[in-house]
C-alpha cells in the first residue's frame, strides 16, 4: 500500500486550493421583507455562498434552477448570476469565492449546480456551526477588522461546504466528483501520492500496485468518480501547477518544467504553448490575467 507522512504536499484538497488560489470576499449583510429579493452578479469562474441567519429565502438561477434555504442553511451557487428572494423576512449574508483565472481542476468542474448544506449539515461540523455564528457577529456589528474575519469566515465556509460532499455523516454526500473520491481509501492514497509527489515517473501500474488493484480496476474507478482517467489527471495537475508556479514565483522555466514533472525544459515549452497557446514567458508576462487557449 501506498504510505505517506502527513505533509501539506499530501493534503491533496489543500494542495488544490493553495495553487488554484482560492480568496474569499464578503459581498453583503441583507435584512430584506418578505418578497424582497436581491440579485448576485459573479466573478466569471466563482462561486456564491448565501447563509441565512434568519427566516427563509429561495435562491433562484436564470436557467431556473431553484433551492430553498432555511435558517442556518448554506447555499453555494456556480452560476453566474442568480438572485435570492426572501419567502418571509430574513437575514442573509453573502460572500463570493473566486480562483485564479488560470484555474482548472476537476474539483471546480463538478460543482456545477446549486448546493445546500442543511441545517444538520453545519451542526454535524462543530467548527462550521462557529464560523457561522462568527460571520453573524462580525457583519453585524462590524468591529475593527471585521471585513477581513468575515472574508476569511467565507473561506473556511466554502471548503466545509465542500467537506459536506464528501462525508457519509451529513447524508448529503455524492457519489461522484473530487470530494467522493477522497472519501474513497482506494482513490485517496493514490491522490495523496501524485499530490505529494507530481515529479514521480508514475504509472497506472505503479499506482495500481500500491493500492493492491489492477491496472484496469484502478482506471474504472478513478475515472468513473474522478471524472478523467489517472494519467489525464496527473497531466493536468501538472500543467496547473506550471501554469500556477509562473504566475506567483520567479522559479525559471526549467525549475518550473522539473518540479512538475517534464524531464526537460524544452519538452515542458512544446506541450505548455501546445496546451495554452502561449509559451511559458509569454504566458508569465500575462501575469494573473493569464487565461487558458481555447
Known sequence: MILLSATRESDPLSTVLLVLGLRARFLTRADMKEGGSQRTDLTPGGFALHVCLAGRCTVRTENGEEHTLNLDELAMVPTRTHTVRADVDATIVSGECAFDVAAEHPLIAGLERIAVVSAHAIATFGWMRDTVELLDLETRNRSPGALVIADRAFEVLFIQALRTLGDRRTGEMQ?????????????????????AQPAEHWTVEKLAEGVSLSRSALTERFTNIVGVPPMQYLIEWRMQLARSMLVSTQCSVAAIAKRAGYD??????????????????????RGPNATRHS
Do not use: I, N, W, Y
Request: net charge positive; hydrophobic share 45%.
Open 175 to 195: 457519489s461522484t466528483g473530487f470530494m467522493f473520491a477522497l472519501a474513497d481509501p482506494v482513490l485517496r492514497q493514490v491522490l495523496e501520492a501524485m499530490h
Open 264 to 285: 526537460s525544459a524544452a519538452g515542458f515549452r512544446r506541450r505548455f504553448k501546445a496546451r495554452q497557446g502561449v509559451a511559458p514567458t509569454q504566458f508569465r508576462k
